[in-house]
């Protein structure tokens, strides 16, 4: 199972969009709903920012949204905050109790 | 408050064995399945296992399984993973997660290296 990829790298201002890729197959992102996305910052452990595509977790602000068409995912950051600056990752269900991270894409407010 | 505490990260051989350990606490331990997440050092997150509720089925990612092996005691709330014929390429952070990956533990590091 390959990896789901996701651009390396994006960035924003503060108050602007970003929108993060993830780009999977019709075996995982394409086939079901169970689309997260999560947040990690240096040296911390990851946190779930959306689930099954579009919900999103109690305490997650809502500027977080995820979305899906065909074969790839998208989480945007409506209104970028200093503290949105860090690492996120899209993961996928793929079948067979199996799941599938993305590569990971840095966030960077400029 | 959900906790999830690792344990049991070392430096260890190629070709050695490693037990870690995921401590649960503030919920019902036995009514979710469990998962295990590993990252090597700057690269990104690997699904590596998983295991239902009762721990009557598991799961093993093709590149730890034959290796690795998940169980769980429900009776103490703990998460275990046995780790065998380790690889410099298994090192990294061990994270254990609960079953949709809603919390995550700080993690244990594993180093592989002689």
């Known amino acids: 199972q390959s990896a789901l990829t996701q651009p390396p790298s994006a960035s924003g201002s503060p108050g602007q969009p970003v929108t993060i890729s993830c780009s999977g197959t019709?075996?995982?992102?394409?086939?079901?709903?169970?689309v997260s996305w999560y947040q990690q910052h240096p040296g911390k452990a990851p946190k779930l920012m959306i689930y099954?595509?579009?919900k999103r977790p109690s305490g997650v602000p809502d500027r977080f949204s995820g979305s899906k068409s065909g074969n790839t995912a998208s989480l945007t950051v409506s209104g970028l905050q200093a503290e949105d600056e860090a690492d996120y990752y899209c993961?996928?269900?793929?079948?067979?109790?199996?799941?599938?991270f993305g590569t990971g894409t840095k966030v960077t407010v400029l | 408050e959900v906790q999830l505490v690792e344990s049991g990260g070392d430096l260890v051989q190629p070709g050695g064995s490693l037990k870690l350990s995921c401590a649960a606490s503030?919920?019902?331990?036995?009514?979710?399945?469990m998962k295990w997440v590993r990252q090597a050092p700057g690269k990104g997150l690997e699904y590596v296992s998983a295991?239902?509720?009762?721990?009557?089925?598991?799961f093993h990612a093709n590149s730890v399984r034959g290796r690795f092996t998940i169980s769980r005691d429900n009776s103490k709330n703990m998460l275990f993973l046995q780790m065998g014929s380790l690889r410099p390429d298994d090192m990294g952070v061990y994270y254990c997660?609960?079953?949709?990956?809603?919390?995550w533990g700080p993690g244990t590091m594993v180093t592989v290296s002689s």
């Open positions: 099954e595509v579009n």
């Open positions: 295991i239902s509720k009762n721990g009557d089925t598991t």
């Open positions: 993961s996928s269900y793929a079948g067979s109790n199996n799941y599938v």
């Open positions: 997660a609960t079953e949709g990956f809603d919390f």
């Open positions: 019709s075996s995982d992102v394409g086939a079901y709903t169970y």
């Open positions: 503030g919920f019902t331990f036995d009514s979710y399945g």
